[in-house]
Structure formats: structure tokens, C-alpha cells
């Protein structure tokens, strides 16, 4: 039985966010910045080539990437502060946890949460700069901080014994 200590805080659940939105969106989150940049250039060259409109290309080009920014900072800031409102401290989210893993089940107990999981309900494990993330669901998971861990080592020994059983429940299920 492995047992950890740990603190969930908005920057781990922020990176969680992000992981869970590739799990949904794949590669297409990052390609369609270009294919946006892209179709401003194809829109500027259109508007530029209107003889009707008296616009020149870099006009064009400059007024679409604006917007484009514009929009992007909203969104960008619409995250942030969503981020912050849609998850309390000490709450289901963010705040103090304990975590058990033992050969039946992960266990992470907090201030308002008790969960228990079945190896059998963990589809994938990923790491990222500072989380673990034990994901029961295409966006949801267990959060596990990486400085919840003393020592690389320990935070190895974890994942191989998570990782074990995970392996085990899925051939056996």
C-alpha cells in the first residue's frame, strides 16, 4: 500500500484542464492556429484582389489579424478567470488530499471528498511538467501533483506499482 500526501492548487488543475482538452480535441488543438493563419492570409489575398473593394492587402491582413487577437485575449482570459470560479478551495478539485493506492483500489480522501476506484476504472496514465494524472474518463481523472513526491524515485516506484495495476485490471476485466 503506497500512501501520499498532497495539495492540489489552481496551476495543477489549470495543466489538468489543458491535458483534458487534448485528450478531447487530439492534434487539432495545435494545427488550427496555423489553419486559422492561414485562412487570414487566403481571406487578405481575396479582399486584396477585389476590384470593388478598395482595400489594400496588408489592410486586410492587418484588420483579420487583429481581430483575430482580440478574440484570442478574450478567450484567453475568459479561461483564466473561469478557471478560478469553477473550482473552490478545499473543495472536489483544488485543495488537501490524501491518496492511497493499494493492490485493490485508489483511495483519495479530502476535506469534502472521499472517492474510491477500482484499478479496473483507470483507462490511461499521463505526466506532464507538474502533474500525474490518473484518468477515469476522457476528461476526468485523479490529479496528482508531482511535488506530492520526495524524490524522483519515489515518484517512479508510484507509477510502476499504478501502472502494475493497471496493466493487471485491464487483462483481467
Known sequence: ??????????????????????????WWG?????????????????????????????????GILAYFL???????????????KSAKPAGATLGER???ASIDSIEVIGPNIRNINKWRGIESISES?????LWTDKTAGIII????????????EFMSFVEARVREAQTFS
Open 129 to 133: 511538467k507538474t502533474v500525474l494524472t
Open 1 to 26: 500500500m503506497l500512501t501520499l500526501n498532497y495539495h492540489v492548487e489552481m496551476p495543477h488543475w489549470a495543466e489538468f484542464v489543458k491535458l483534458a482538452q487534448f485528450r478531447v480535441i487530439g
Open 98 to 100: 490524501k491518496l492511497i
Open 30 to 62: 495545435y494545427v488550427y492556429g496555423i489553419f486559422i493563419g492561414l485562412s487570414m492570409v487566403v481571406i487578405a489575398k481575396i479582399l486584396a484582389a477585389c476590384e470593388a473593394c478598395d482595400i489594400d492587402e496588408h489592410s486586410a491582413l492587418f
Open 145 to 156: 501533483p508531482k511535488s506530492a513526491f520526495d524524490s524522483p524515485k519515489q515518484q517512479s
Open 70 to 84: 482580440v478574440i484570442s485575449a478574450a478567450n484567453f482570459l475568459w479561461n483564466n478567470w473561469f478557471y478560478r
